[in-house]
């Protein structure tokens, strides 16, 4: 591929993009009544989102168009927060135009304040839940929801950044050609990563393909990417591992041999640390294979701080502690030079003549 998409092939993949990708709404992203205007002359659309992962892809869409504020921080576990007045605050800000959470309950102590704010009139949209729910997890001790972290699983979450770039260009018009052009490129980096992944986890020796982590957010990286997952929670963080769980997820390991666990970035690691001494009592030796990201990102200004260095890390960190083999750089050694899209000259021209 080359670094630039030039004239007839151009157009023709950012056509092809709105036509399909922005060319309706979605009911189930949002009941709010879509502001067909756009922002007040002379001021960037405003957003607000929650989690990290949401953040990220709507910076990536928006670029430097619309104005990002993101309110969970890294380390943040979105199932236990509850937003602060401040929160509050932005969220039914008058200038706030749209706002974007992860949905499917995965920020459940914020869904009543993005419910009443959604009852004003805003425009809120819950990136997971406009997803076909055939592709969703539905686990049953979920009680009858679906899983949240559909992030997980990068095909699933390239397929967000559509509706992320959907919205705002019903919001913001003027400027759908240059959301879709950003969302193409995205999507190609994410389709590369998406590759990277399943490569590293298929490196690593068949039994071995067991990941053994807090709680149960990787059931859609296991899904993808076929591994089997063990957690010694729940998929929310507000359950707690009794000593049945404690004993049953050692039982697990010393009988398959497993070597390695993962402890998560916004997850007390107080229950592995329990199992990994249950099975040193019973002969078997098991290592912290890493830290994860799961509900929360790295630290802003880092490229774990990102979607892609998120996941990134994730996987390179899983196949590594697990036998697998993954080049030295992790993804970011692999990615081609044309991943970037970029128009040409009189297109960019114009673009800026625009600003």
């Known amino acids: 591929m080359q670094t630039s998409i030039r004239n007839s092939r151009f157009w023709l993949i950012i056509g092809l993009f709105l ?23 002379g001021r960037r659309p405003r957003i607000v989102t929650t989690v990290g992962m949401v953040t990220d892809i709507v910076r990536e869409v928006a670029g430097d168009r619309c104005e990002v504020i993101g309110l969970l921080s890294e380390g943040v576990d979105p199932h236990l927060y509850k937003p ?29 304040s993005l419910k009443k704010i959604r009852q004003k009139g805003k425009k809120v949209v819950a990136v997971s839940e406009s997803l076909d729910p055939a592709t969703l997890r539905k686990p049953p001790e979920f009680e009858g929801h679906f899983d949240p972290h559909v992030w997980m699983d990068v095909s699933l979450w390239s397929q967000c950044t559509e509706i992320v770039s959907r919205s705002i260009s019903e919001f913001d018009p003027t400027h759908a050609m240059d959301y879709g052009l950003r969302t193409v490129a995205y999507k190609a980096r994410l389709n590369h990563l998406d590759a990277y992944v399943r490569t590293s986890i298929a490196s690593i020796p068949e039994q ?21 997952v063990k957690s010694v929670q ?26 390695a666990i993962f402890v998560e970035s916004s997850v007390s ?16 030796k098991v290592k912290v294979g890493g830290e994860l990201f799961s509900d929360a990102m ?40 044309g991943l970037r899209i970029e128009p040409d000259a009189a297109t960019d021209g114009a673009a800026k003549d625009e600003k």
Request: charged share 25%; proline share 3%.
């Open 269 to 284: 690691d107080q229950s592995l640390r329990a199992v990994i001494e249950g099975a040193g009592k019973r002969g078997w």
């Open 19 to 41: 036509a399909a990708g922005c060319g309706g709404s979605d009911s189930t992203a949002s009941n709010a009544p879509i502001k067909k205007e756009g922002s007040q002359p």
């Open 234 to 259: 729940g998929i929310s963080t507000e359950s707690e591992a009794g000593v049945a769980d404690v004993n049953a997820l050692v039982d697990f390991l010393v009988e398959r041999k497993i070597r």
């Open 208 to 228: 071995q393909r067991v990941l053994v982590t807090a709680h149960d957010a990787f059931g859609y990286f296991a899904r993808a990417y076929g591994m089997e």
């Open 84 to 112: 602060t007045r401040e929160d509050v605050k932005q969220l039914d800000d008058a200038n706030t135009d749209i706002i974007f959470y992860g949905g499917l309950m995965l920020e459940g102590r914020m869904e009543e």
């Open 298 to 337: 790295g630290p802003a200004g880092t490229y774990e701080g990102t979607y892609v260095g998120m996941i990134d890390h994730n996987a390179t960190t899983i196949a590594r502690a697990l036998g697998g083999q993954v080049p030295n750089g992790g993804f970011r050694s692999t990615q081609p030079d």
